[in-house]
């Protein structure tokens, strides 16, 4: 049955128009995503290009930045160059360009840092120098004692060397001092040499002795690193509290032989009563009580040069210490044998009792002792076999060396055993009725450690009263006997005892037995001077004539030689 068209249901007409609805509003739609991809597309178009200028423009300014900092650092290295060449140079005058950044200006500072040397423990020189800063954003750069630093404080670094040089035992330093204006801005600079360079150091030749110099600077990290590179890490030492480098030089050496029965460095030598002698010759600081009991030469009044080994000892005790691989030795158990060439490390004091022998075998080469604390035979015996050639048995001791009823050492050959000491040991050798050394002691000190009462460390252990107060050495009671030498403090000889010198000495010089590296290198001349050089803006002297086309620079030749 046919509907009628109002009776329900979808006519044609009706599904036509539904559909043609649908693709109207799809080709909308269409229509409006193509408009947004567009737009998008400018978009990141548009983002891409302000990124690229952003980056671009921030690559620019770093660029302009760094050739400002560039040109800036270059003027302060000819400023540098020309304060150098006026100081060594044959003129007294120069004008430099000082191309820095416009309306900017570098400021002179008086006392930024200063220069002290010690030959041993003597100040030889001290001086203070001032620098020429410029500071911008808070990055620095500064002259300083003819060399140029960027940064401050540990964080400085070199930029220009000083004219600061050490090579093979030589150091010579010429340090150009600036006075004058205190603020130098963008445009040339008069330079004035006053006078001629002015000598720091008292002496050239130091051979043998330990220089020392402390450079105290606002840029003393700089320093350090240039130091380290002119010499060894083992040299240069930092005290970041003080902004200071300290450099060491020379290697420790003994420049001597033990030539002498004894050798009192800081003081008398006293013979107490008895019939004690001394077989050989002697001298003293001081005086000698009794010049009928020495059998050969004596000499008073002698001046000690001899070198003070209390740094090489503690830096064997401490490295010994650090060094998991020594071998820690208590021969106080008895019946110990040390041989093999090797080193052995005591680390609270050597003993050896009655009955407690130590037996040093030299046939592997030279054994060493190194004892922090006190060495102290009471009534233990050391015997040392199968010597030879330059070999030894050598004990390095940080505090006293004492021995009674005992024997150490070889009979007639006391070039086997060789005892060192501090400036501080306190020495006896007493107690008992025999005690026994063939051997040497080396322990020089520049004063006495005892005052006239006070008693010896060292004796206490034996027994003998009062006989060794006030005497860092003392050789008292019973029979005691010594065949060697024995450089030390001042000595007192008693009783029965008597010291011999044995002539297979002549030749034998102390050994400290260094590793080379791990000491500073050795000097022989040092040569120091100051020269004085005044600057100025240009104009404000008119004497001083504009600089040549040709740059001015420092030749190797220009620079004064140490003789």
């Given at each position: ?21 649908e ?14 991809a567009?737009?998008?597309?400018i ?65 002179r ?30 990055s620095t ?12 404080r ?30 130098l ?20 030749v ?8 402390e450079?105290?600077s ?5 320093w ?13 030492t930092?005290?970041h ?15 001597s ?10 003081g ?15 001298s ?37 210490e ?10 106080e158990?008895?019946?110990?044998f ?22 040093v ?22 015997d040392?076999?199968?010597?030879g ?27 086997y055993?060789q ?15 025999k ?6 002691i080396?322990?020089?000190r ?18 003998t ?33 008597e010291i ?48 040549p ?15």
């Amino acid at each position: 049955m046919r509907r009628a068209p109002w009776e329900g249901g979808a006519s044609k007409h009706g599904k036509r128009t539904d559909e043609s609805g649908e693709r109207k509003s799809g080709a909308a739609e269409r229509g409006q995503s193509s408009v947004l991809a567009v737009a998008l597309l400018i978009g990141f178009v548009v983002l891409g290009m302000l990124s690229v200028a952003l980056v671009g423009s921030v690559t620019l300014d770093r660029a302009q930045d760094n050739a400002q900092n560039q040109r800036i650092e270059l003027a302060f290295v000819e400023f540098s160059q020309s304060v150098t060449s006026v100081a060594f140079g044959q003129g007294t005058t120069e004008q430099v360009a000082f191309d820095i950044r416009a309306n900017d200006a570098a400021v002179r500072h008086d006392e930024t840092g200063s220069i002290r040397v010690y030959t041993d423990d003597t100040l030889i020189a001290n001086r203070t120098f001032g620098s020429v800063e410029y500071t911008r954003e808070g990055s620095t750069l500064a002259y300083q004692a003819g060399g140029v630093w960027r940064g401050t404080r540990a964080d400085a670094n070199m930029v220009s060397p000083p004219p600061f040089d050490y090579d093979d035992g030589s150091l010579n330093a010429w340090i150009p001092v600036v006075t004058g204006e205190r603020t130098l801005t963008r445009s040339a600079i008069d330079l004035r040499r006053n006078g001629s360079a002015v000598a720091l150091d008292r002496q050239s030749v130091v051979q043998g002795q330990l220089v020392t110099v402390e450079i105290q600077s606002k840029y003393y990290g700089g320093w350090a690193d240039y130091l380290r590179q002119q010499t060894s890490d083992a040299s240069i030492t930092v005290d970041h509290a003080n902004e200071t480098v300290v450099m060491r030089l020379g290697e420790p050496a003994i420049d001597s032989t033990f030539s002498e029965g004894v050798f009192a460095t800081s003081g008398d030598i006293q013979f107490d009563g008895g019939n004690s002698e001394i077989h050989g010759s002697v001298s003293a600081g001081g005086s000698v009580s009794d010049h009928s009991r020495v059998t050969r030469g004596v000499t008073e009044g002698t001046t000690n040069d001899l070198r003070i080994i209390d740094d090489v000892i503690e830096k064997k005790v401490r490295d010994a210490e650090n060094d998991s691989t020594m071998p820690i030795m208590h021969p106080e158990y008895g019946g110990a044998f040390l041989g093999s060439g090797a080193t052995y490390y005591d680390d609270d004091g050597f003993v050896l009792e009655n009955g407690e022998d130590l037996t040093v075998d030299l046939s592997g080469g030279n054994v060493t002792m190194l004892v922090d604390g006190n060495v102290s035979l009471q009534g233990g015996d050391i015997d040392v076999v199968n010597g030879g050639g330059d070999r030894a048995f050598r004990i390095y001791s940080t505090r006293n060396f004492g021995m009674g009823n005992s024997r150490a050492g070889v009979v007639g050959e006391s070039q086997y055993l060789q005892v060192y000491g501090t400036s501080e040991m306190q020495i006896a050798i007493t107690g008992g009725s025999k005690a026994d050394l063939f051997g040497t002691i080396y322990a020089p000190r520049k004063e006495a450690v005892l005052g006239d009462s006070e008693p010896n460390a060292a004796a206490e252990p034996f027994g003998t009263g009062n006989k060794c107060d006030g005497w860092d050495t003392c050789v008292v009671a019973g029979n005691s006997e010594v065949s060697g030498a024995i450089i030390a403090g001042p000595t007192i000889v008693g009783q029965s005892t008597e010291i011999e010198y044995d002539r297979n000495l002549v030749d034998i010089q102390p050994s400290l037995q260094l590793d080379h590296g791990l000491y500073p290198p050795p000097i022989t001349y040092l040569h120091l001077s100051v020269y004085d050089i005044t600057v100025s803006q240009a104009g404000s002297n008119s004497s001083i004539a504009v600089p040549p086309a040709v740059a001015s620079s420092v030749a190797a030749a220009a620079r004064p030689r140490a003789d």
